[in-house]
């Protein structure tokens, strides 16, 4: 026996292999594993939308409040203030103060603001619009991310996918009640409005129609709890949801669980100033459009925190929580793709395929090992090297495995061995010519060489359109693929090569052509 | 053991033509069942949801009809056996766009009564984001087909790239028949097994063609057609086993590894087999067809060498400063 390169290289390969693929074998504490795919221990995929323009609509709407609270802030009189979906329109009343009123507009990022006789129109620029859908788009991931490291899942995913969609992947959702609440703390715009009652027409709301309440320029809500309450309130409200700063969970005199906002310093200056001038009146605290509670103002409220009661369970108190403390989503997004896997059918999936690699990978063996004897043996060794380095890089780069990197597995052990057979085919050809076997395996593994390269090359290039167009599980399957390819390579290649290298001299001495590569001598 | 002894070159070119008949008609067929009965798209590509339920016991499908027919969400839903009698798919064309209002919450609802039951699986896929996979599922099968191509021009001559362009899309074209056939779901996994039968079909001709060019390199022949006989006859062994070995791998997926699986299965099945075949009877014959000449290779060659020759003796005269 003798050692060569080869072997060595083989040997290192060997063990790292094993070694690697140890955590992920014997599912360790330590060390990196390979990461299950959805689809094989269950969870939940989705691709979500975000309906931008709403981001628009409600900046807007909020760019409206900061002029209101300018105006009054600053005792300029205005009148006629509306907004629709792209402009805001107002009249100075005063000429004079225009200048001071267009001064504090340039402010606002991305305001096209014009003037006709005393009537203001502001819009948004294109770049503006488009900025603010983008910036809809980021500020939802980060959010949906905030929620879900607040859940309490491991390694929730959300990133964003092509332009406009996010991508969540929880995996680990174990009960379809845990989706549920998922779902819900995922989907809740958590957008906080605290807006003022109209007093003065607030007993005939339940006479009023939309468009009666939009022509004083109001909006009729319902409550959050019981919808035939309804209340008539200004449609600009005083202040949102940006300017909290922090909510949590709280409880009341009697023991409910009750959500405690702050505001920043903007914001409390604005309630502050509200409240003081508003007493006696209620205010409306809203959220997504519904009304949690409408108390009446006692006194100018400072300090700019407030609290929201209703009558929710300490977990959706907490939940609700954490919504409105990682921030609203400026606009509401959608479904575009879900799909979610029961834990049970995920194992189900594992011991199917297992079962299947399993027998496909015996059949081989077998099969190998009478077709070609040693040499089979020696293929053989190649092909189990080959499952641990695949096993091994994948868990160094922490892939996942999914299902149909199952079958991709399943399908390298039927394809790795074909190195070892074109190899051996060459082989056994020369030696039927009359070669020496030492002539007869250096000239096999030089014939075979050009083969095996253009064809594993090939199948390298489809992998990796595979791997570049594919989405979820075809990825997984393309990792598999390129890896036990190349994989396959230094094994079935070098590996061998490397142990016929290594039995030479006895194999010199056995001319036994029968036991080393299963062909008749002459 | 020995199954494949080379002795004597088999004349596969002589039965191109019955091939040839053979592979037409299987096309032609293939592309009539495109045409008429269609592929059944699954949800990955047509967009539409599906709820996988399984009972303790045998499904009671007619009962669990009975129960949806009334639903407004389940309107022309349709139930179907899956893999075993105590599981079922219900498929629907529609989506929710609610992300809080699941398909499988109401699912569950719906079904009270029907027994001990749980809810498995649940996939919507919207209609936009089908049309996407759909669009970059044809994307990437071009674009392989693409890389595949130009690599083996490079690497061998373009006659061989359009001879193994030949075989894939035979391979391919017959394989979707049998998918059509079949009336299988095609989803992302259909078109991961044709992906890959992309890559098996052609390693097979690969092989083939490696050998055709040594032999005309080194064969003293200069008829193609007994070149690519020899050729095709010494590698038969290695097509034959490597087919068997990966027939026996993706038959025990076939036959063990469960109901999701098994159209990726069923594809690759197909695939194998009419890979196979191609190797030895569509991509040779193509290449003959086309009028690869060996005289003219084998003058190319010699030019090469000479221009090769050339360049050594004068990097030789350069090195040695004579010039």
């Given at each position: 026996?003798?050692?060569?390169?080869?072997?060595?290289?083989?040997?290192?390969?060997?063990?790292?292999?094993?070694?690697f693929?140890?955590?992920?074998?014997l599912?360790?504490?330590?060390?990196?594993?390979?990461?299950?795919?959805l689809?094989?221990?269950?969870?939940?995929?989705?691709l979500?939308?975000?309906?931008?323009?709403?981001?628009t609509k409600?900046?807007?709407?909020?760019i409206?409040?900061?002029?209101?609270?300018?105006?009054?802030?600053?005792?300029?009189?205005?009148?006629?203030?509306?907004?629709?979906?792209?402009?805001?329109?107002?009249?100075?009343l005063?000429?004079?103060?225009?200048?001071?009123?267009?001064?504090y507009l340039?402010?606002i990022?991305?305001?096209?603001?014009?003037?006709?006789?005393?009537?203001?129109?502001?819009?948004?620029?294109?770049?503006e619009?488009?900025k603010?859908?983008?910036?809809?788009?980021?500020?939802a991931?980060?959010?949906?991310r905030?929620?879900?490291?607040?859940?309490?899942?491991?390694?929730?995913?959300?990133?964003?996918?092509?332009e406009?969609?996010?991508?969540?992947?929880?995996a680990?959702?174990?009960?379809?009640?845990?989706?549920?609440?998922?779902?819900?703390?995922?989907?809740?715009?958590?957008?906080?409005?605290?807006?003022?009652?109209?007093?003065d027409?607030?007993?005939?709301?339940?006479?009023?129609?939309?468009?009666?309440?939009?022509?004083?320029?109001?909006?009729?809500?319902?409550?959050?709890?019981?919808p035939?309450?309804?209340?008539?309130?200004r449609e600009?409200?005083?202040?949102?949801?940006g300017?909290?700063?922090?909510?949590?969970?709280?409880?009341?005199?009697?023991?409910?669980?009750?959500?405690?906002?702050?505001?920043?310093?903007e914001?409390?200056?604005?309630?502050?100033?509200?409240?003081?001038?508003?007493?006696?009146?209620?205010?409306?605290?809203?959220?997504?459009?519904?009304?949690?509670?409408?108390?009446?103002?006692n006194?100018?409220?400072?300090?700019?925190?407030?609290?929201?009661?209703?009558?929710?369970?300490v977990?959706?108190a907490?939940?609700l929580?954490?919504?409105?403390?990682?921030?609203?989503?400026?606009?509401p997004?959608?479904?575009?793709?879900?799909?979610?896997?029961?834990?049970?059918?995920?194992?189900?999936?594992?011991?199917?395929?297992?079962?299947?690699?399993?027998?496909?990978?015996?059949?081989?063996?077998?099969?190998?090992?009478?077709?070609?004897?040693?040499?089979?043996?020696?293929a053989?060794?190649?092909?189990?090297?080959?499952?641990?380095?695949?096993?091994?890089v994948?868990?160094?780069?922490g892939?996942?495995?999914?299902?149909?990197?199952?079958?991709?597995?399943?399908?390298?052990?039927?394809?790795?061995?074909?190195?070892?057979v074109?190899?051996?085919?060459?082989?056994?050809?020369?030696?039927?010519?009359?070669k020496?076997?030492?002539?007869?395996?250096?000239?096999?593994?030089?014939?075979?060489?050009?083969?095996i390269?253009?064809?594993?090359?090939t199948?390298?290039i489809?992998?990796?359109?595979?791997?570049?167009?594919?989405?979820?599980?075809?990825?997984?399957?393309?990792?598999?693929?390129?890896?036990?390819?190349?994989?396959?390579?230094?094994?079935?290649?070098?590996?061998?090569?490397?142990?016929?290298?290594?039995?030479?001299?006895?194999?010199?001495?056995?001319?036994?052509?029968?036991?080393?590569?299963?062909?008749?001598?002459? | 053991?020995?199954?494949?002894?080379?002795t004597?070159?088999?004349?596969f070119?002589?039965?191109?033509?019955?091939?040839?008949?053979?592979?037409?008609?299987?096309?032609?067929?293939?592309?009539?069942?495109?045409?008429t009965?269609?592929?059944?798209?699954?949800?990955d590509?047509?967009?539409?949801?599906?709820?996988?339920?399984?009972?303790?016991?045998?499904?009671?499908?007619?009962?669990?009809?009975?129960?949806?027919?009334?639903?407004?969400?389940?309107?022309?839903?349709s139930?179907?056996?899956?893999?075993s009698?105590?599981?079922?798919?219900?498929?629907?064309?529609?989506?929710t766009?609610?992300?809080?209002?699941?398909?499988?919450?109401?699912?569950?609802e719906?079904?009270?009564?029907?027994?001990?039951?749980?809810?498995?699986?649940?996939?919507?896929?919207?209609?936009k984001?089908?049309?996407?996979?759909?669009?970059?599922?044809?994307m990437?099968?071009?674009?392989?087909?693409?890389?595949?191509?130009?690599?083996?021009a490079?690497r061998?001559?373009?006659?061989?790239?359009?001879?193994?362009i030949?075989?894939?899309i035979?391979?391919?074209?017959?394989?979707?028949?049998a998918?059509s056939?079949?009336?299988?779901?095609?989803?992302l996994?259909?078109l991961?097994?044709?992906?890959?039968?992309?890559?098996?079909?052609?390693?097979?001709t690969?092989?083939?063609?490696?050998?055709?060019?040594?032999?005309?390199e080194?064969?003293?022949?200069?008829?193609?057609?007994?070149?690519i006989?020899?050729?095709?006859?010494?590698?038969?062994?290695?097509?034959?086993?490597?087919?068997?070995?990966?027939f026996?791998v993706?038959?025990?997926?076939?036959?063990?590894?469960g109901?999701?699986?098994?159209p990726?299965?069923f594809?690759?099945?197909?695939?194998?087999?009419?890979?196979?075949?191609?190797?030895?009877?569509?991509?040779?014959?193509?290449l003959?067809?086309?009028?690869?000449?060996?005289?003219?290779?084998?003058?190319?060659?010699?030019?090469?060498?000479?221009?090769e020759?050339?360049?050594?003796?004068?990097?030789?005269?350069?090195?040695?400063?004579?010039?």
């Amino acid at each position: 026996m003798k050692l060569n390169y080869r072997i060595v290289i083989f040997a290192l390969a060997i063990t790292f292999g094993v070694v690697f693929s140890i955590p992920s074998l014997l599912q360790t504490e330590g060390g990196k594993k390979i990461t299950l795919g959805l689809d094989l221990q269950g969870g939940l995929h989705m691709l979500l939308g975000v309906k931008t323009e709403e981001a628009t609509k409600s900046r807007i709407k909020s760019i409206t409040a900061s002029i209101k609270h300018f105006s009054e802030r600053n005792d300029i009189l205005i009148d006629g203030l509306t907004f629709d979906e792209g402009t805001i329109k107002f009249e100075v009343l005063d000429s004079d103060e225009i200048a001071k009123v267009q001064e504090y507009l340039k402010e606002i990022d991305g305001a096209v603001v014009s003037l006709n006789n005393q009537i203001i129109s502001v819009s948004l620029s294109p770049e503006e619009i488009e900025k603010t859908k983008k910036l809809a788009i980021d500020q939802a991931i980060e959010t949906i991310r905030n929620r879900l490291d607040q859940f309490g899942l491991s390694e929730p995913v959300v990133a964003k996918q092509g332009e406009e969609k996010i991508l969540v992947e929880l995996a680990g959702i174990k009960t379809q009640e845990e989706e549920q609440r998922a779902r819900e703390l995922i989907s809740r715009a958590a957008k906080l409005e605290l807006m003022a009652v109209d007093e003065d027409r607030a007993a005939r709301v339940y006479n009023m129609s939309a468009s009666d309440a939009a022509a004083y320029g109001d909006v009729i809500l319902e409550d959050a709890k019981n919808p035939e309450v309804k209340y008539l309130v200004r449609e600009i409200p005083i202040l949102d949801g940006g300017m909290l700063t922090n909510a949590n969970v709280g409880f009341d005199q009697n023991n409910r669980p009750v959500i405690n906002f702050k505001l920043n310093a903007e914001g409390a200056e604005i309630f502050g100033d509200f409240t003081g001038k508003s007493v006696g009146k209620r205010l409306a605290i809203v959220l997504d459009g519904k009304v949690y509670s409408a108390p009446n103002i006692n006194e100018r409220i400072g300090g700019g925190s407030g609290q929201i009661s209703g009558n929710y369970t300490v977990l959706e108190a907490k939940d609700l929580a954490i919504a409105l403390r990682s921030g609203a989503l400026l606009a509401p997004i959608y479904l575009m793709e879900k799909r979610s896997v029961g834990p049970s059918l995920g194992a189900d999936s594992i011991k199917a395929s297992l079962i299947a690699l399993i027998g496909g990978f015996v059949l081989v063996i077998i099969f190998m090992v009478i077709y070609y004897r040693a040499a089979g043996v020696i293929a053989n060794i190649a092909l189990i090297a080959n499952l641990f380095l695949l096993l091994a890089v994948m868990s160094l780069f922490g892939a996942t495995l999914t299902l149909p990197g199952m079958a991709g597995i399943v399908l390298t052990v039927g394809m790795a061995v074909d190195a070892n057979v074109i190899i051996s085919e060459r082989i056994r050809e020369l030696i039927r010519e009359g070669k020496s076997m030492h002539k007869a395996i250096e000239d096999g593994y030089a014939n075979a060489m050009s083969a095996i390269l253009d064809a594993n090359i090939t199948t390298l290039i489809a992998s990796v359109v595979l791997y570049a167009y594919g989405t979820g599980a075809i990825k997984g399957f393309a990792i598999t693929m390129s890896i036990g390819i190349l994989a396959s390579m230094l094994t079935a290649i070098l590996g061998t090569h490397g142990i016929y290298q290594m039995l030479e001299s006895k194999m010199m001495k056995s001319k036994n052509y029968k036991f080393w590569f299963g062909i008749k001598g002459q | 053991m020995e199954f494949f002894k080379y002795t004597r070159p088999f004349n596969f070119m002589g039965k191109s033509k019955f091939a040839a008949v053979i592979s037409i008609v299987l096309i032609l067929a293939s592309y009539a069942l495109l045409a008429t009965k269609g592929l059944n798209y699954g949800v990955d590509f047509a967009g539409g949801t599906i709820v996988q339920v399984k009972y303790d016991t045998t499904a009671p499908i007619d009962e669990m009809r009975k129960k949806l027919e009334g639903n407004e969400v389940f309107a022309n839903a349709s139930i179907t056996e899956f893999g075993s009698p105590d599981e079922v798919v219900i498929r629907l064309k529609t989506t929710t766009g609610s992300v809080t209002t699941d398909i499988g919450d109401l699912t569950r609802e719906a079904l009270k009564g029907t027994g001990n039951y749980e809810v498995r699986r649940v996939d919507i896929v919207g209609p936009k984001v089908g049309n996407e996979l759909r669009e970059k599922g044809i994307m990437a099968m071009l674009l392989a087909i693409a890389g595949i191509l130009i690599y083996v021009a490079f690497r061998f001559e373009w006659r061989f790239a359009v001879a193994s362009i030949f075989a894939l899309i035979h391979d391919v074209s017959i394989a979707l028949g049998a998918v059509s056939l079949s009336g299988i779901d095609v989803n992302l996994d259909v078109l991961a097994a044709l992906l890959t039968l992309l890559g098996y079909s052609l390693n097979d001709t690969i092989i083939v063609f490696d050998r055709i060019r040594e032999g005309i390199e080194t064969s003293k022949k200069t008829v193609l057609a007994e070149i690519i006989n020899e050729s095709v006859t010494r590698t038969l062994a290695r097509t034959t086993l490597t087919s068997l070995t990966t027939f026996f791998v993706v038959l025990t997926l076939f036959l063990f590894g469960g109901e999701i699986i098994h159209p990726f299965a069923f594809t690759l099945l197909v695939g194998i087999i009419v890979g196979t075949y191609s190797s030895i009877f569509v991509a040779s014959p193509v290449l003959m067809w086309f009028g690869f000449s060996v005289q003219n290779y084998h003058e190319k060659l010699a030019q090469k060498a000479k221009r090769e020759a050339e360049k050594n003796r004068m990097r030789e005269q350069f090195e040695s400063g004579v010039m």
